[in-house]
């Protein structure tokens, strides 16, 4: 697992979308205490279980690899001359 040279501001905007999504899902915005771990587990499990991204295999389902997991599924979806791709 290669980190990214973005990485930190990789994985913030993967969870701001990710939220949008859950939004536009129904689901209710995070409280304010709920903590960035719980967040990148809801967002990756909810990414999951609608098939956009591929799930960890079980004995591989921690923090880094859910993180990293994010990273690459937003590294996807922008446009190949955004400035954190650079």
Not at 12 to 31: N, Q
Not at 46 to 57: H, K, R, S, Y
Not at 62 to 83: C, E, S
Request: net charge positive; charged share 30%; with cysteine.
């Amino acid at each position: 697992m290669k980190p990214h040279k973005h990485e930190a501001q990789l994985l913030k905007l993967a969870l701001e979308i990710g939220i949008g999504y859950a939004k536009k899902r129904g689901f209710e915005d995070f409280d304010k205490g709920v903590s960035p771990k719980d967040k990148v587990e809801c967002i990756y499990r909810l990414l999951v279980t609608d098939n956009l991204i591929q799930p960890l295999a079980k004995d591989k389902e921690d923090g880094p690899n859910m993180k990293h997991k994010l990273v690459l599924w937003i590294i996807r979806h922008l446009p190949a001359d955004h400035p954190l791709l650079q």
